[in-house]
Nanobody, 125 residues
Framework: QVLLVESGGGLVQAGGSLRLSCAASGGTFSSNTMGWFRQAPGKEREFVAAITSGGAITNYADSVKGRFTISRDSAKNAVYLQMNSLKPEDTAVYYC??????????????????WGQGAQVTVSS
């Protein structure tokens, strides 16, 4: 059974940093695109960042570009999201997702087959 588990969420003041981790088990995703999405209260889930299987190509939402960095360690079957200069509007539940194939860092949720349970990130002003 495939399982994605996020960790590293929490409460931080505006301007601070957090690093989210996602560990995958029950499957190997070294050949798959991996992504991060988030959902704020009362809003739809939105794309944050994605990275291709080899890590060569990344994609970011305009709202996080220059502040967030996605990376992966295929040997550990893990993906990370370094979040700097956090803003109150970054407050959301953050989800790790595994794409059904590699090749492109898709920004759309229907390209992802497996999802984690989510990690809460709260940024206070």
């Amino acid at each position: 059974q495939v399982l994605l588990v996020e960790s590293g969420g929490g409460l931080v003041q505006a301007g601070g940093s957090l690093r989210l981790s996602c560990a995958a088990s029950g499957g190997t995703f070294s050949s798959n695109t991996m992504g991060w999405f988030r959902q704020a209260p009362g809003k739809e889930r939105e794309f944050v960042a994605a990275i291709t299987s080899g890590g060569a190509i990344t994609n970011y939402a305009d709202s996080v570009k220059g502040r967030f960095t996605i990376s992966r360690d295929s040997a550990k079957n893990a993906v990370y999201l370094q979040m700097n200069s956090l803003k109150p509007e970054d407050t959301a539940v953050y989800y790790c997702a595994a794409g059904r194939r590699g090749g492109y860092p898709w920004p759309t949720s229907y390209n992802y087959d497996y999802w984690g349970q989510g990690a809460q990130v709260t940024v206070s002003s």
